[in-house]
T-cell receptor, first 115, second 113 residues
Framework: AQSVTQLGSHVSVSEGALVLLRCNYSSSVPPYLFWYVQYPNQGLQLLLKYTSAATLVKGINGFEAEFKKSETSFHLTKPSAHMSDAAEYFCAVSGGGNTGNQFYFGTGTSLTVIP | NAGVTQTPKFRVLKTGQSMTLLCAQDMNHEYMYWYRQDPGMGLRLIHYSVGEGTTAKGEVPDGYNVSRLKKQNFLLGLESAAPSQTSVYFC????????????FGSGTRLTVV
C-alpha cells in the first residue's frame, strides 16, 4: 500500500530564507505525487503535482518540488519565504485504480514564517 | 464559482444524535471522497464513491454511512454521534483516474458533546 511520510511536523523559517519541507513516499509503482496547502480554517488547495513528465515540478506561489526516485522523495522548496506562506502543507500520493484513486496524505507540516 | 460546496460549515451535536453532511460538486466529477482531519493525523479517508450509485469504505468507515444517489452529491451520515467523531470533515472530488488532483470543499467542523 502507498504511504507518505513528512519529516518535521513544525518548521520555522525567517522571512526571505529558504523553505524546505520533506516528503518521502512508499509506492510499488511510479506514483502520482501531490503537495497541498491549507490556510487556517480553509480547505486544501493544490500547490503542485508530479506527473512523470519532469522530475522538477513548479507550482503556484513560487514553490517547486523535485522527484527523486532513488531517494523515494518529493521535497517541497521555495527559495525565499514570505509571510503569506505560513500554512499547513500536506504531501499526498495517489493510490491508483484498485483504491478508487484515493489519496494517502502525510500528517502535515506546519510552516511558520518569522518576520 | 465552480467547485465543491459543503453544508453545514459548523455543527454541534449531542452524543447519540444523528446528522447528515452534504457535499455538492458542479464539475461533473466521477469520484468523490469524505475525509476527516484530526490534529497530528493528517487526513483519513472515511468513504468514497467512484460513480453514481456506488460507494466503498475507506480507512475509518465505522460509525458513518454514505450515499451517492446523484452524481453531483455525496452525503455523509452519522447515525449515532460519539465524541470520537469530533473532527473537521472534508469532501473532495476528482475527474477520474490519473494525475488529476482533488478539489476540496471548505470543510465542516463538527463537535460532539
Amino acid at each position: 500500500a502507498q504511504s507518505v511520510t513528512q519529516l518535521g511536523s513544525h518548521v520555522s523559517v525567517s522571512e526571505g530564507a529558504l523553505v524546505l519541507l520533506r516528503c518521502n513516499y512508499s509506492s510499488s509503482v511510479p506514483p502520482y505525487l501531490f503537495w497541498y496547502v491549507q490556510y487556517p480554517n480553509q480547505g486544501l488547495q493544490l500547490l503542485l503535482k508530479y506527473t512523470s513528465a519532469a522530475t522538477l515540478v513548479k507550482g503556484i506561489n513560487g514553490f517547486e518540488a523535485e522527484f527523486k526516485k532513488s531517494e523515494t522523495s518529493f521535497h517541497l522548496t521555495k527559495p525565499s519565504a514570505h509571510m503569506s506562506d505560513a500554512a499547513e502543507y500536506f504531501c499526498a500520493v495517489s493510490g491508483g485504480g484498485n483504491t478508487g484513486n484515493q489519496f494517502y496524505f502525510g500528517t502535515g507540516t506546519s510552516l511558520t514564517v518569522i518576520p | 464559482n465552480a467547485g465543491v460546496t459543503q453544508t453545514p460549515k459548523f455543527r454541534v451535536l449531542k452524543t447519540g444524535q444523528s446528522m447528515t453532511l452534504l457535499c455538492a460538486q458542479d464539475m461533473n466529477h466521477e469520484y468523490m471522497y469524505w475525509y476527516r482531519q484530526d490534529p497530528g493525523m493528517g487526513l483519513r479517508l472515511i468513504h468514497y464513491s467512484v460513480g453514481e450509485g456506488t460507494t466503498a469504505k475507506g480507512e475509518v468507515p465505522d460509525g458513518y454511512n454514505v450515499s451517492r444517489l446523484k452524481k453531483q452529491n455525496f452525503l455523509l451520515g452519522l447515525e449515532s454521534a460519539a465524541p470520537s467523531q469530533t473532527s473537521v470533515y472534508f469532501c473532495a472530488s476528482t475527474r477520474s483516474m490519473g494525475n488529476y488532483g482533488y478539489t476540496f470543499g471548505s470543510g465542516t467542523r463538527l463537535t460532539v458533546v
